[in-house]
C-alpha cells in the first residue's frame, strides 16, 4: 500500500523479483546480446547506441533491483570498454562517437538513481554503520 499526497491509498499489484540465484546467469546474458548488438552494423549510429546501453542498464536495474546500485554501472563499464575494444581485433581504430554514446547511455540510466540518494543523504537519511548485520 503506497500513500499519495492528498491522502489516499494506492494498491499496486506486487512484482516479484528475480531470485538472487539468477542475476549472475541474466547479467551475463544482457552483457553479452548488448556487446553483440553494439558490434552490429545496428548500432552504428550514436543515437542508436546510446538508446541501447541506455535500455541496458535499466533493464538490469529493473531486473535485479536487489544488486547494489553501483555495480550496475561498473559492469557496464566493462562491456563499455569489450564493445570497443573487440574491433579492435580486427584493426579498426577505437571511435570517441562510440565510447561517448554507451558512456552516455549508461550515465543516463544511473544518474537519476544517484540523484535520488543524493537527494536522501541532504535530507538527513543517513543508515547506520551497521547496516549489513543481518546479511552475516
Avoid at 86 to 112: E, F, R, W, Y
Amino acid at each position: 500500500m503506497f500513500r499519495t499526497m492528498i491522502g489516499q491509498n494506492l494498491s499496486l499489484p506486487g512484482v516479484a523479483a528475480l531470485p538472487r540465484a539468477f542475476y549472475a546467469p541474466v547479467g551475463l546474458a544482457l552483457g553479452a546480446v548488448v556487446l553483440g548488438l553494439s558490434l552490429t552494423p545496428v548500432a552504428t549510429l550514436f543515437l542508436a547506441r546510446l538508446f541501447l546501453f541506455y535500455v541496458a542498464t535499466a533493464a538490469a536495474y529493473a531486473l535485479m533491483p536487489l544488486v547494489r546500485r553501483g555495480d550496475v554501472p561498473l559492469v557496464a563499464a566493462w562491456v563499455v570498454l569489450l564493445s570497443e575494444l573487440a574491433p579492435c581485433i580486427g584493426g579498426q581504430l577505437i571511435s570517441p562517437t562510440n565510447v561517448t554514446a554507451d558512456a552516455l547511455g549508461v550515465a543516463m540510466a544511473a544518474g537519476p538513481i544517484y540523484i535520488a540518494r543524493l537527494r536522501q543523504v541532504m535530507q538527513g537519511d543517513i543508515r547506520p554503520a551497521g547496516r549489513r548485520a543481518s546479511e552475516r
